[in-house]
Structure formats: C-alpha cells, structure tokens
C-alpha cells in the first residue's frame, strides 16, 4: 500500500446523471500529473474505493481506460476492471483490449488477460489509422504492463500483421515488448499461419523505426545441382552512427562454403564501401573434380582532402576468372572477363586540372590460369586544362600533359616492371560562329617518348619482344568542323496533346594527322598509343525530334489586353510571365535521336601502319565506333547509324555499324521495352560479324559470329500487393542454346510476402547450374531466404 499523503491531491470527479442534462462530461480535459477523472453510468463510493459500473471511463494522464465495470482505490490508485477491457494512450499509442485485468495508475502497472495489444496504430470508429510506419501487434493469455512502455506477453505471440487473423507470428512463452525499442523473445517460433516454420533461440522485432541494430540476420536456404544443399547466415554489426558491417558463411553440400563480407562507412569528408566473397571448394567441381574456388574483394571510396583536392579509388581483386565463372551470382556478373581498379588524387581550379593515379587492367581471355593480359599504370602524374582564350583573343587553348609508369604482360610477351612515357599535347583553334554556321579550326601537336621501344614479329622473330631503347614520337594534327545551321520543322498538329519539332543538323569534320613513322615500334598501353598518321573526313547528320506538351485554353487565365495577341498568334515569353495559366507547356523533351555517319580516308594505309590481315585499331576507328573494322587497306569506314527513342513507357536503342566495303553488317545492337499499367516487357539482340585476322607469330584467328538475344517479361513490381511474376532468359543463336534463364514469382500481402525462383546458367564445362531459391519477407523484421534486392528481375 502506498502513502496516503501522495494522493491528497487526487482529482477525482464522478458523474450524476440526475444532476447534467448531459450525462457525459468532457473527457479531454487537461490533467495534471496525479489527477484521475472517471465516469460511470453508476458508480458508489465505500470510504477510498469506487465501485463503477455501466460505460466505465478512467482518465489519467495521458491514457484511458474503458470497461463494463471497475472497482477504484484512490488510496492506492489500483483499477481492477473488468468486461470490455481497453486501454488507450502513451507516448506510442498503445491499444489494449481484455476480458480482465488490473492496473496501477501510479505505476503505470498492471496485469490483463485474454489480452491483445498494438502500437502505433489508432483505432476510432472501428477505423484503424497508422501513427507509425513500423505498427505492432501482440496477443497473449496474460500481459503484465511492467512500467510506462513496458510489457510481457506470456503464452502469446507478437506479430506485425493486423489481428484478429496474422498471416506470421512469432509465439513463445514468454516476450518482453518494450514500446518504442524492440520485442525480445526466447526460444520462439516463427508461424506462417499455424504452420511451425523455423525455431529461433533468441530473436528480437523492431517496434519502432530505430534504424540499425547488431545481431544476427535470418538464416537463409536454397538448393543448386551443383552446389546442393545450401544453408547459411550471417551477422550484422552496427558499429556506430557512420559505420556497419556484415559477415557471414554459407554451406554448399556438394562443395564446400563460402564467406561473404560487406563494410560501409561514412562521414562529411568521406565515404567508403568493402565487400568479400570467397570459396573454398574442397570437394572440386563435379564430374571433374577441379578445384574452382577463389576470392574477390572490392573497395570503393572518395575523400576530400585539404587543400581542394580529392581522392577516389576504386579497388577490384579477382584470384581467377575460373572463380567468377563458377561462382558468380548473377550472369553479368560471371561472364564479365575484366577486372578494373584505380585510384587518384586530383584537384580542379580555375579550369586547370592536376592529378596522381594508379590503376590497373585485367582482361582474361580464357578460363585458364594465367591466361590474361595485364596493363598497370605505377603511377600517372597528369596536367589539363579546359578550353581558354588565349591571352583574351577569341582563339581558344588547351593542353594536356602526363609522366607515366607503365607495365604490360600476357602470354608470350612482357614488359619491363616499369616503361616510362613522357606526353605532352597542346592545341589551339578558332571557333566562329558566322550567319548560322559553325567553324572550328584547331591546330595541334603531341610529342611522346618512351623508355622502351615494341621489335614487331618477324620471321626469326615469331613473337613482339619490348627491348630497353628509347623511342620518340612526333605528332602534328589539324582538323576543321563545319556544321551549317540546324533546320527545324514544327508540327502543328498535336497528336497526343504535344507539338513536335524536327531538326536537321548535317556536320562534317576534316582531320589531318602525321608524323607518326614508328608506329609497329609502339607498345600499347591505352588510348595514347594508337595514334596513326591520317588524312579523313567524317561526314553525317543528326535528327531529333523534340515534343512538349500544348498548353491548355480551357484552364489558361491571361490578362485581356493579351487575348487577342494569344488568338493571333503572337504570343512571347515576356508576355507569359504578365499571364497566368495553371497548365503551362513545360521544357521541350528530346524523345527521339538518330545519327547516320561515316568516314572517308584519303590515306587507306594510315601512313602505313596498316597490317593486311590483322586487326588493326587506331585513334580514327575507336573515336568513331567501337567495332573494330580496319582489316586491311581502306577508303571508306562502314556507316554508323545511333537510334535512341524515349518517349514516356516506350524506350528503344539501336546501333548498327553496316561496312559498305565487305557489303555486310559488321555489328548491331538493340534493346527495347514497353510497360502498358502493370506489364512491362523489354528484350534485346546482340550481332556481330567477326572476320579472320592475323596475330602476332603469323596464327590466324577464324572467323565468328556472335549473335545472341534476351528477353524479359514481367508484371506488377517488387512491393505490389498480390501477385507479380517476371521471366527472363538469353539464348546464344549460334550455339543454339540458353546461356541463362530466370523465372521469379512473389505474392504480397499486407505485412509478408513470399518469393519463389529458379535461375539457370550454362557456360560450357565450367558451369551447368540449375538454382532453386526462395525468400520470406516479414515487414518490420527481415527476409528469411537467399534472394537478395539486387537479384530481383522487377
């Protein structure tokens, strides 16, 4: 019992209804801390103790409590209800309803039975509101309310789905739910419907949106032909307020495990992000027993550095490409052959641009160890500038200028651990622009010199060999652009609700470039290298079609000294900003472009760096398409045409390179998709025609073909109550196969959701998996299975 001096100042008010008109006073009054207000339809007093029956209401301070009938001590402030037990109010909008119970308004303590209860929701009217974005539910044959936001729910479960019916529970014997933290339960059970589905030693649910919190994550499960059986877990480490980290195993049955890692960290200054993933394969490959486990970690991070510079890196090890091919999640991922890293520090001022970096190339051409070509910058010091005026004339400057360290190896050739290259390219021109045309002259030249020189494959020769003799290169290049003025077309017509303009942009660059006597001597690194001596003409056309949406005149409001100049045509911006109109046009859309180009060469030996039969690649071929095309002497490049068309939920890509020489198409690439209200469908096809060619030592390469297609279809979306299914494969034409295929499938509903997929890849001896994988996901709580977000199709 506690001191009946607290209570002095116990405000209690009980209602007569012989005495109001209106029986029932105002229950939201203010109330002081100790104050309790009740109403009955009946209630009698025996010296401190209420007796209350009839439509009980109990207010004290924030919280209400309504029964059939109550008893009350003033002196103790102990509430023994019962009938229609509810409990409303707190800082976490807590609901709870019983057959019984009792409660001490001075503690904020009680006990109820037959009890359910919620957080942040609000019932009224029997409509349920969210007050929060993480609601909670719990049930349980007795509930002991432990302090202000405290309670044990014992022999009950907790849930964040809506009762009376949850989809998912977790039941234990007992869980302590604390409001606005966590619920913590031992030895609990996860329930889909009254279906046991996995046992839980400890596990603890969100209550409120409290962002990260360490502990372990829902195990997971899947099954691979050739992986087997697959279980696995892993546990997350909220290390502070800008850092996290995860770490976890996975059991292959058939293989061996796996380990995976990911650490993020962040500040005002700098970011970063590190992943792991590694295999032991200690039972080998089936069928052939090879060992193909491995390892890659990635680093990405960005800093900014006193002084106004910045680091980047980006940093990406890969132990072989065998491991990526057998173990990559994702098919992108596995046939990926390149392996980038770099990183710099560079600062940008006043147009200048200054910098050190370091990086790294790795292109694998088989599956076989060793079988890569290697390129590393240790390190690059660069200089550059943005176009200038020169000296404040209308002549324009810029140079670029870069002292490196390079190394190359691959199989059957190698350079020394470190080639210097010392390069220094400074150029200026003249733009002008006169009467609607477009004039740009530029004058230039680039000086190079290495400290090892290429011995190109002779016959005593067979293979390149990098010998330590300096080599210098002299390069002077002219070009002129001309682009004569752009013609357009406006279409009155307003299909759609949109005017639409055509323009017509022809343009046609000069290029003359020599000096370049050396160039089998020259070792490739990257782009400085393959400059060629050249005598060209790049000439095409662009068209585009822009589209803006018509302004209304039913909802356009204009002052009337500018109707009539509106109805003549002759309306101007100035005037539009004296108007109104709640339904402007908006910005003008680019949702159509098409380029047509191609080159003619003058020089069809390139200054005779052309080899007959060889794969050549220089400045002139990859500045203009991507497609290699230079096979021997040549005056005309094929025609390139770039189609790109984005109008609303209709998107389309596509690029050809037709050679008009070889009368054929050397390449074309198209994706395309359309999405009509929940359906959306997109699919591409990828062709190219690969001729034969000469490699160093005289060996031939055939001819190949590559021609592959994929498509996916899908519907609804990733949080779409109900169903929502996509399907999606890639089929090789010429080896008349399905290189990889994938069927997803997920039902919602409104606190849970279930996915189902399979995933296949085919690539060749090394991989041939068939890989069944499922999530459950729990609102508030977490996913249980091995699907993850980026491995969604929609």
Known sequence: MLDAQRYLDTFVQAADDTQESNPRPAVNVPLGHNEVLIFADHQDKTQDIYHLSGHVVIRFRNYILHCDEATYDSTTGIVTANGHVTLDGG??????????????????????????????????????????????FFEGKVVDKLGPDLYRVNHGYITSCQLPKPKWKFTSESATVEMGENARMHHATLRIGHIPVFYFPYAEHPIDNLGRKSGFLIPFIGISNTRGTIIGDGFYWAINRSSDATIGAEYYSKRGWAQHGNYRAISYKWRMAASYYGVVDSKGAPNTGQNQGGEEAKFNGDAVLPHGFRGVASIDYLSSYLFRLAFGQTFIEAINSEVRSSGFISRSRNGNFSGIMMSRYQNYQSSATGDVIDIAHLPTLEFANVE??????????????????????EPGFETAPLVGRGDVRPSISLPEFLHGWTLRPELGAEETIYSQRLLPATSTNTLPKAVTEAINRNVLHTSMEVRP????????????????????????????????????????????????????????????????????????????????AERAGE???????????????????????????????????????????A???FDSSADFTGIAFIYGPRRFSPVISRMKLNNGNVDLNWAVDYDTVLHQLNASTITGGYRWNEWYINGGQSYMNIPASLVAGGQQIPANTFNQFRFLLGYGNISRRGINAAAGAGYDYEAKAIQWAAVQANYNWDCCGVTFEYRRWALGAVRNENYYRFALSLTNFGTFGTIRRQDRLY
């Open 615 to 617: 794969r050549n690649v």
């Open 388 to 409: 200038k005026p020169l000296f404040g004339s209308r002549f324009m400057y810029t140079y670029d200028a870069a002292g490196e360290g390079l190394t190359r190896h």
């Open 485 to 564: 003025p752009t013609l357009e077309r406006f279409f009155d017509h307003k299909p759609f609700g949109y005017v639409y303009k055509h323009t017509f942009e022809p343009y046609t660059v000069y290029r003359y470039q020599t000096g370049i006597s050396n160039f089998s001597n020259i070792i490739r690194f990257d782009y400085r290298d393959i400059l060629a001596d050249t005598n060209e003409v790049e000439y095409g056309v662009i068209n585009r079609i822009y589209a803006k949406k018509t302004r209304s005149s039913s909802k356009c409001f204009l002052k009337p000294r500018y109707l009539a």
């Open 91 to 136: 800082l976490h909008n807590e609901h709870i309803t019983a057959s019984h119970g009792t409660y001490d308004v001075s503690r904020d303590t009680g006990t109820f039975y037959d009890a359910k209860g919620s957080t942040g929701v609000r019932i009224k009217n029997k409509m349920m509101f969210l007050t929060s974005s993480t609601p909670f």
């Open 571 to 613: 309306w101007t911006a100035a005037k539009e900003k004296e108007g109104y109109c709640d339904d402007k046009q908006g910005v003008a859309r680019e949702i159509f472009t098409w380029r047509l180009a191609q080159k003619y060469f003058f020089d069809p030996n390139f200054g005779g760096a052309v080899v007959t039969g």
